[in-house]
């Protein structure tokens, strides 16, 4: 084992001199609430040599992270692991796939994209092993075996892609000062949190604050609403009908759902600014109407992922906390929750590849970016009590105890549904046209497709 | 870093060492082995010279023509035969009624042709009289700065300025935007701009004139300064006012470059749509065909059905094609 | 030096109308100048063009619990702050409830039922006083309109400069830079010539493919190239040492995607030349490319640096040629790319956009700025006309 370290070493810095970067590992080997044991395989392969290339949509921060977690990989077996993150990631992937100069992986934001390039066999398939480790080691593993997999070019079905970091969309955040203030208490359930909703207006106060504004991807924030709505009103079969089509999008049970948005978002004495504001407003000023004094809104529904932009000095936890965004008392649907996360698939085989892809499916490697925050696993191996801080494990345990998971609809939709008629549809409706007149638009356009 | 920047040094002098280097040895070469100087009869001598003069020219724009097809009339051809398929394989026309048929194309072809006419031709003309009012300015050089400022911010840095400017604040908030704050300091009524049809159209393409009036500026900037005193001093010894110099004088003798101008910026409008995407991605009925493209393409990934738009955007540059060529034709007549 | 009263639009106007143009085309850049030594809490609240006066702004404070109350003279006592040091707030009117900030003034006292009083000086320190031992475990929000004088910080340009990789990515900007500007010049002005000036078999039809090429969106180029390149890195150029993504193929990418426009604007300003001039060369025998490189390159100078700088932008601002055929490995970000990963991946970040721009632009305004005095004609005003 020293033997080997002492080559890694070697390696580095042979790397170095050529000019790479070596990277200090971030947790100490050996301590804290990791899952250390995990690394041994990984210490007796010798890769050394071998180069692993991944493209993701994570920048910055998340770029950090993630390099951090490469590095124990790396460090373990003297692979030389390369990640480059992109915010044109959807087209980068497809121009480097169709040229056939594809990244060893790539971790995609959207299963709709990847089950777009399976059926064009640019990915390559797992195999039944690796889906069968899904339904074992992920809580409620069927759902996400099935979110991974796709059918080929001939029609026949095998699993691809293996979630890293799951988002948890079902959240409300609020201020706990203002709800103190003002005598409001969390709502349990969906009938109370629209009598709160009531409450706060007779008492002169606006509720909400929504924003739909996201530059080129503007409309996603209202997409994910009805989706938290329809798994609120409807049995969940219903959800998975209406994200493959077998339900069409202009089903009665559909348009509920977004007339019931439309309760919230296009209700000038719910939302802060009026109707004509949530459709312009960015997704990341949203926020901002909780913290102003007095308080422009009350509540935000938004996923575990919106604190990086609210204010500098706030703390979550003290200055503002979060509540599941609850379920209709009076139906008999359990509490379900929304989600959505990114997944890894490979789109150039090598040993090195596949060697990686069985590190990110350890607990440490979930559990080293838990430590580091902003990330959330269904992984049942991870300790949770590497998440960097409460709020998190809370998350988690939002995540791991729901009754039904659903991953973000429009995500796995056609993206020129989920990420085009469905964005532009809540934008419509948002702007005054009717539930059916946008639910028969993108109805349209898929029937087009 | 001191290794990288020699590195750097290396292969820039290098390339541009190299391709130097093939346009002189190359015109040598020809000039020495196609050496008429030591032949005596004069017909072969002059056959000779015409030899290596009708080689010349393919010297000249050899390099070009290589260029161009592998970089360019590949991917045309290439786009021309995607358009005409699908993930299913060949689908022949389809794809074009398609679009015919498609509400969102339709909307794209009306923005596009309101593009075509407004922004060429404000910053043509903006760029025109701005080029001709500093010309002899003592701040000129200051004033075309600053003017053209705007074209070395990036699309996405255009993007964020043009936030401050339109961005909209809901009820009685305090307005970030220039706009809204100036319309509520005058007591007007806050709107949110970019959702307002049809003008959030217009605003799109205030941005865009105002990246290009710059480049309208320097070219034309340039003409201006080639116009013959004589011409200008006979025009004030006839007592012309400033506007009939303006346009007797200066503007007919800079048209060639005019149409230069609006040719480009016109062309750049068909292909516009970084400032687009950037703003509101097409909703709110903005779309324009190149992002409709690039939507189709690399968001829903259908290679078919964009390709079939980039074909009707490039189907658009025939008129300007056409007139362009016309113009050459008459000018080297 | 040429007359300077030769265009005689009267001067008081003339400046006028300049200036109008120089200040509506200048403002929205002078507002992200102004943002980008903001604070990015800021930026989302209030205006840029309030950056420059002292602002008002809402705040809420909680006074210490029970536990740090200290017994003075038989009195006990919380004292407070509301504000840093050193930060130069002041309270303009305090309050207890969010929607009455104006119901004290700085300096008064709140005297309460329980006959505690409470007292909020100018400078946000506050004294709590009562006769009785305080006893709540949570402290009680008090609300107060602040003062803020104007701010600025150089947080956000020190967030960009002092980026990992930046000076590398700089670096390598320049190295895309300088050829993908160059070459295409230079292939571009054999062509121009040949197309204005030789007569060869086919030349409208190439001078029409070229008008044509302007228009083809580069998106549509991009999957072919480089399947180009990953088969010139497969086949029998990979064994000598080709790599599909390498600075040549940048730079021969950027110089296929500017020649259609190097050509046309070059064509069009050759083509303008005084035919005298070339027809004498011809006589005296000279060659054309002697024409060429004697008379015509030193003739179009204005061109060459009018789409040099053109160019020049247009690569340095790019950000997908590059990372599609540069690819994104370490050490070969360009400025562009290298500023997107500091945004984030939802644009966490984005106030960096402000200065990030602002770096950026640095280098083409300098480049713009020395080229200026090339893009007149100089030589032989006076004689040539408009092309």
């Given at each position: 084992?020293?033997?080997?370290?002492?080559?890694?070493?070697?390696?580095?810095?042979?790397?170095?001199?050529?000019?790479?970067?070596?990277?200090?590992?971030?947790?100490?080997?050996?301590?804290?609430?990791?899952?250390?044991?995990?690394?041994?395989?990984?210490?007796?392969?010798?890769?050394?040599?071998?180069?692993?290339?991944?493209?993701?949509?994570?920048?910055?921060?998340?770029?950090?992270?993630?390099?951090?977690?490469?590095?124990?990989?790396?460090?373990?077996?003297?692979?030389?692991?390369?990640?480059?993150?992109?915010?044109?990631?959807?087209?980068?992937?497809?121009?480097?796939?169709?040229?056939?100069?594809?990244?060893?992986?790539?971790?995609?934001?959207?299963?709709?994209?990847?089950?777009?390039?399976?059926?064009?066999?640019?990915?390559?398939?797992?195999?039944?092993?690796?889906?069968?480790?899904?339904?074992?080691?992920?809580?409620?593993?069927?759902?996400?075996?099935?979110?991974?997999?796709?059918?080929?070019?001939?029609?026949?079905?095998?699993?691809?892609?293996?979630?890293?970091?799951?988002?948890?969309?079902?959240?409300?955040?609020?201020?706990?000062?203002?709800?103190?203030?003002?005598?409001?208490?969390?709502?349990?359930?969906?009938?109370?949190?629209?009598?709160?909703?009531?409450?706060?207006?007779?008492?002169?106060?606006?509720?909400?604050?929504?924003?739909?504004?996201?530059?080129?991807?503007?409309?996603?924030?209202?997409?994910?609403?009805?989706?938290?709505?329809?798994?609120?009103?409807?049995?969940?079969?219903?959800?998975?009908?209406?994200?493959?089509?077998?339900?069409?999008?202009?089903?009665?049970?559909?348009?509920?759902?977004?007339?019931?948005?439309?309760?919230?978002?296009?209700?000038?004495?719910?939302?802060?600014?009026?109707?004509?504001?949530?459709?312009?407003?960015?997704?990341?000023?949203?926020?901002?109407?909780?913290?102003?004094?007095?308080?422009?809104?009350?509540?935000?529904?938004?996923?575990?992922?919106?604190?990086?932009?609210?204010?500098?000095?706030?703390?979550?936890?003290?200055?503002?906390?979060?509540?599941?965004?609850?379920?209709?008392?009076?139906?008999?649907?359990?509490?379900?929750?929304?989600?959505?996360?990114?997944?890894?698939?490979?789109?150039?085989?090598?040993?090195?590849?596949?060697?990686?892809?069985?590190?990110?499916?350890?607990?440490?490697?979930?559990?080293?970016?838990?430590?580091?925050?902003?990330?959330?696993?269904?992984?049942?191996?991870?300790?949770?009590?590497?998440?960097?801080?409460?709020?998190?494990?809370?998350?988690?345990?939002?995540?791991?105890?729901?009754?039904?998971?659903?991953?973000?609809?429009?995500?796995?939709?056609?993206?020129?549904?989920?990420?085009?008629?469905?964005?532009?549809?809540?934008?419509?409706?948002?702007?005054?046209?009717?539930?059916?007149?946008?639910?028969?638009?993108?109805?349209?356009?898929?029937?087009?497709? | 870093?001191?290794?990288?920047?020699?590195?750097?040094?290396?292969?820039?002098?290098?390339?541009?060492?190299l391709s130097a280097l093939f346009f002189i040895g190359s015109n040598v070469l020809l000039d020495r082995t196609l050496s008429s100087d030591h032949i005596r009869d004069d017909d072969d001598r002059s056959r000779r010279d015409d030899l290596r003069e009708s080689i010349r020219p393919w010297i000249f724009i050899g390099p070009a023509l290589l260029i161009l097809t592998l970089y360019l009339v590949v991917p045309v051809i290439y786009t021309l035969?995607?358009?005409?398929?699908?993930?299913?394989?060949?689908?022949?026309?389809?794809?074009?009624?398609?679009?015919?048929?498609?509400?969102?194309?339709?909307?794209?072809?009306?923005?596009?042709?309101?593009?075509?006419?407004?922004?060429?031709?404000?910053?043509?003309?903006?760029?025109?009289?701005?080029?001709?009012?500093?010309?002899?300015?003592?701040?000129?050089?200051?004033?075309?700065?600053?003017?053209?400022?705007?074209?070395?911010?990036?699309?996405?840095?255009?993007?964020?300025?043009?936030?401050?400017?339109?961005?909209?604040?809901?009820?009685?908030?305090?307005?970030?935007?220039?706009?809204?704050?100036?319309?509520?300091?005058?007591?007007?009524?806050?709107?949110?701009?970019?959702?307002?049809?049809?003008?959030?159209?217009?605003?799109?393409?205030?941005?865009?004139?105002?990246?290009?009036?710059?480049?309208?500026?320097?070219?034309?900037?340039?003409?201006?300064?080639?116009?013959?005193?004589?011409t200008i001093e006979a025009a004030n010894m006839d007592g012309a006012n400033d506007f009939q110099m303006f346009y007797k004088i200066v503007v007919p003798q800079v048209w060639g470059t005019v149409v230069v101008v609006w040719t480009t910026i016109t062309v750049l409008v068909l292909k516009i749509f970084d400032v687009v995407l950037a703003m509101t991605n097409g909703q709110w009925q903005t779309q324009v065909l190149a992002n409709l493209m690039?939507?189709?393409?690399?968001?829903?990934?259908?290679?078919?059905?964009?390709?079939?738009?980039?074909?009707?955007?490039?189907?658009?540059?025939?008129?300007?094609?056409?007139?362009?060529?016309?113009?050459?034709?008459?000018?080297?007549? | 030096?040429?007359?300077?009263?030769?265009?005689?639009?009267?001067?008081?106007?003339?400046?006028?109308?300049?200036?109008?143009?120089?200040?509506?085309?200048?403002?929205?850049?002078?507002?992200?100048?102004?943002?980008?030594?903001?604070?990015?809490?800021?930026?989302?609240?209030?205006?840029?063009?309030?950056?420059?006066?002292?602002?008002?702004?809402?705040?809420?404070?909680?006074?210490?619990?029970?536990?740090?109350?200290?017994?003075?003279?038989?009195?006990?006592?919380?004292?407070?702050?509301?504000?840093?040091?050193?930060?130069?707030?002041?309270?303009?009117?305090?309050?207890?409830?969010?929607?009455?900030?104006?119901?004290?003034?700085?300096?008064?006292?709140?005297?309460?039922?329980?006959?505690?009083?409470?007292?909020?000086?100018?400078?946000?320190?506050?004294?709590?006083?009562?006769?009785?031992?305080?006893?709540?475990?949570?402290?009680?929000?008090?609300?107060?309109?602040?003062?803020?004088?104007?701010?600025?910080?150089?947080?956000?340009?020190?967030?960009?400069?002092?980026?990992?990789?930046?000076?590398?990515?700089?670096?390598?900007?320049?190295?895309?830079?300088?050829?993908?500007?160059?070459?295409?010049?230079?292939?571009?002005?054999?062509?121009?010539?040949?197309?204005?000036?030789?007569?060869?078999?086919?030349?409208?039809?190439?001078?029409?493919?070229?008008?044509?090429?302007?228009?083809?969106?580069?998106?549509?180029?991009?999957?072919?190239?480089?399947?180009?390149?990953?088969?010139?890195?497969?086949?029998?150029?990979?064994?000598?040492?080709?790599?599909?993504?390498?600075?040549?193929?940048?730079?021969?990418?950027?110089?296929?995607?500017?020649?259609?426009?190097?050509?046309?604007?070059?064509?069009?300003?050759?083509?303008?030349?005084?035919?005298?001039?070339?027809?004498?060369?011809?006589?005296?025998?000279?060659?054309?490319?002697?024409?060429?490189?004697?008379?015509?390159?030193?003739?179009?100078?204005?061109?060459?640096?009018?789409?040099?700088?053109?160019?020049?932008?247009?690569?340095?601002?790019?950000?997908?040629?590059?990372?599609?055929?540069?690819?994104?490995?370490?050490?070969?970000?360009?400025?562009?790319?290298?500023?997107?990963?500091?945004?984030?991946?939802?644009?966490?970040?984005?106030?960096?956009?402000?200065?990030?721009?602002?770096?950026?632009?640095?280098?083409?305004?300098?480049?713009?700025?020395?080229?200026?005095?090339?893009?007149?004609?100089?030589?032989?005003?006076?004689?040539?006309?408009?092309?």
């Amino acid at each position: 084992m020293i033997k080997k370290r002492t080559l890694a070493v070697a390696i580095t810095s042979a790397a170095l001199a050529t000019g790479a970067m070596a990277q200090d590992l971030h947790f100490p080997i050996g301590e804290g609430p990791f899952s250390w044991d995990w690394l041994e395989e990984f210490e007796n392969l010798d890769l050394s040599g071998q180069t692993v290339t991944i493209t993701g949509p994570w920048l910055g921060g998340e770029q950090d992270s993630i390099r951090r977690v490469l590095a124990y990989f790396e460090d373990a077996t003297g692979a030389n692991v390369d990640y480059s993150g992109s915010d044109s990631f959807e087209q980068q992937i497809q121009v480097d796939t169709q040229a056939g100069s594809p990244p060893n992986m790539a971790i995609f934001p959207q299963p709709g994209l990847a089950e777009d390039l399976a059926r064009q066999d640019l990915l390559v398939p797992l195999g039944s092993d690796a889906a069968d480790w899904v339904r074992e080691n992920f809580s409620d593993g069927d759902g996400w075996a099935d979110l991974g997999t796709f059918e080929n070019s001939s029609g026949e079905e095998d699993f691809y892609g293996v979630m890293y970091r799951v988002d948890l969309k079902s959240l409300v955040w609020y201020v706990p000062d203002n709800f103190e203030d003002y005598g409001y208490e969390v709502p349990t359930s969906m009938e109370e949190m629209i009598a709160l909703s009531d409450q706060m207006v007779a008492d002169g106060e606006t509720p909400w604050t929504i924003g739909l504004g996201s530059g080129a991807a503007t409309g996603w924030p209202g997409t994910d609403w009805i989706e938290d709505l329809m798994l609120r009103l409807h049995e969940p079969e219903v959800y998975d009908g209406w994200v493959t089509n077998d339900i069409p999008f202009n089903d009665p049970r559909v348009i509920e759902a977004i007339e019931l948005f439309g309760e919230f978002a296009r209700n000038p004495d719910y939302v802060a600014g009026g109707p004509q504001a949530v459709a312009t407003t960015d997704f990341r000023d949203a926020p901002q109407a909780l913290f102003d004094i007095p308080p422009r809104a009350f509540m935000h529904r938004q996923a575990n992922f919106i604190p990086a932009f609210f204010p500098d000095d706030v703390v979550v936890g003290e200055d503002v906390d979060f509540f599941y965004m609850p379920s209709y008392d009076g139906k008999d649907l359990g509490d379900p929750v929304l989600s959505a996360g990114t997944m890894m698939a490979i789109t150039r085989d090598s040993n090195a590849t596949r060697a990686l892809m069985q590190f990110l499916q350890t607990p440490l490697a979930h559990e080293l970016w838990m430590a580091q925050g902003e990330f959330l696993t269904v992984h049942l191996g991870a300790n949770t009590e590497a998440y960097a801080s409460d709020v998190l494990r809370r998350q988690g345990e939002i995540l791991l105890g729901a009754d039904t998971v659903r991953f973000d609809a429009s995500d796995m939709m056609p993206a020129a549904i989920g990420a085009g008629t469905f964005w532009t549809g809540m934008v419509d409706f948002v702007g005054g046209a009717s539930a059916q007149e946008i639910a028969d638009d993108i109805q349209r356009s898929w029937d087009d497709l | 870093m001191l290794q990288q920047l020699i590195l750097a040094a290396w292969a820039i002098a290098l390339a541009i060492g190299l391709s130097a280097l093939f346009f002189i040895g190359s015109n040598v070469l020809l000039d020495r082995t196609l050496s008429s100087d030591h032949i005596r009869d004069d017909d072969d001598r002059s056959r000779r010279d015409d030899l290596r003069e009708s080689i010349r020219p393919w010297i000249f724009i050899g390099p070009a023509l290589l260029i161009l097809t592998l970089y360019l009339v590949v991917p045309v051809i290439y786009t021309l035969w995607l358009s005409m398929n699908s993930r299913a394989g060949f689908v022949g026309l389809a794809n074009y009624t398609w679009a015919f048929n498609n509400r969102g194309f339709q909307i794209s072809v009306r923005n596009n042709l309101l593009w075509l006419i407004v922004v060429p031709t404000l910053s043509t003309l903006f760029g025109l009289v701005i080029a001709y009012l500093t010309d002899r300015m003592w701040w000129r050089n200051i004033a075309r700065s600053l003017i053209f400022l705007p074209m070395a911010i990036s699309f996405v840095g255009a993007s964020v300025i043009w936030r401050f400017i339109y961005d909209y604040r809901g009820g009685t908030d305090q307005q970030i935007g220039l706009l809204n704050a100036v319309i509520v300091a005058f007591g007007g009524e806050p709107q949110a701009w970019i959702s307002v049809q049809p003008l959030n159209n217009f605003l799109l393409m205030a941005i865009m004139v105002w990246i290009q009036t710059g480049f309208a500026m320097v070219l034309l900037g340039a003409a201006i300064r080639g116009v013959p005193e004589d011409t200008i001093e006979a025009a004030n010894m006839d007592g012309a006012n400033d506007f009939q110099m303006f346009y007797k004088i200066v503007v007919p003798q800079v048209w060639g470059t005019v149409v230069v101008v609006w040719t480009t910026i016109t062309v750049l409008v068909l292909k516009i749509f970084d400032v687009v995407l950037a703003m509101t991605n097409g909703q709110w009925q903005t779309q324009v065909l190149a992002n409709l493209m690039f939507d189709i393409m690399f968001r829903a990934g259908d290679f078919g059905r964009g390709s079939t738009v980039a074909v009707f955007i490039m189907i658009a540059v025939l008129p300007i094609m056409w007139w362009n060529v016309r113009q050459a034709r008459k000018e080297m007549s | 030096m040429i007359n300077a009263q030769r265009f005689s639009v009267s001067s008081g106007i003339k400046h006028l109308i300049v200036l109008a143009f120089v200040v509506l085309w200048t403002l929205p850049t002078a507002g992200l100048l102004v943002s980008s030594v903001r604070d990015a809490d800021q930026l989302i609240v209030s205006g840029w063009w309030t950056a420059l006066v002292a602002t008002e702004r809402n705040a809420a404070h909680r006074t210490g619990t029970a536990d740090s109350q200290v017994e003075v003279d038989n009195q006990f006592r919380i004292d407070g702050e509301f504000f840093r040091e050193d930060s130069g707030r002041t309270v303009v009117s305090w309050g207890t409830g969010g929607r009455n900030l104006d119901e004290f003034q700085a300096g008064d006292t709140w005297v309460q039922d329980d006959g505690s009083r409470l007292t909020v000086n100018e400078d946000g320190s506050y004294v709590w006083l009562s006769e009785q031992p305080f006893e709540h475990a949570r402290g009680i929000r008090l609300f107060y309109i602040a003062a803020i004088p104007p701010r600025f910080t150089m947080a956000n340009y020190e967030r960009v400069l002092a980026a990992e990789g930046i000076g590398r990515a700089f670096v390598n900007s320049v190295t895309v830079t300088l050829p993908a500007t160059f070459i295409p010049i230079l292939i571009a002005a054999f062509a121009a010539y040949a197309l204005s000036w030789m007569n060869f078999w086919g030349r409208s039809f190439f001078l029409a493919a070229i008008v044509g090429l302007l228009v083809v969106p580069l998106q549509m180029a991009l999957i072919p190239v480089l399947s180009t390149y990953n088969w010139l890195g497969q086949t029998w150029v990979g064994s000598l040492g080709w790599e599909p993504r390498s600075y040549l193929g940048v730079w021969l990418a950027h110089t296929g995607f500017g020649l259609p426009l190097a050509v046309y604007l070059l064509r069009n300003y050759m083509a303008g030349l005084p035919r005298e001039i070339m027809e004498s060369a011809r006589m005296d025998g000279a060659t054309h490319f002697k024409i060429f490189i004697t008379i015509v390159l030193p003739l179009s100078v204005p061109a060459l640096a009018s789409f040099a700088i053109f160019q020049f932008l247009w690569v340095w601002n790019d950000l997908l040629v590059a990372i599609v055929f540069l690819g994104q490995g370490e050490g070969r970000t360009v400025l562009t790319a290298q500023l997107r990963e500091l945004l984030g991946s939802r644009g966490d970040n984005w106030e960096i956009l402000t200065s990030g721009a602002f770096v950026t632009m640095i280098v083409p305004l300098l480049v713009f700025i020395s080229m200026q005095r090339y893009f007149v004609r100089g030589m032989l005003a006076g004689s040539v006309k408009g092309g």
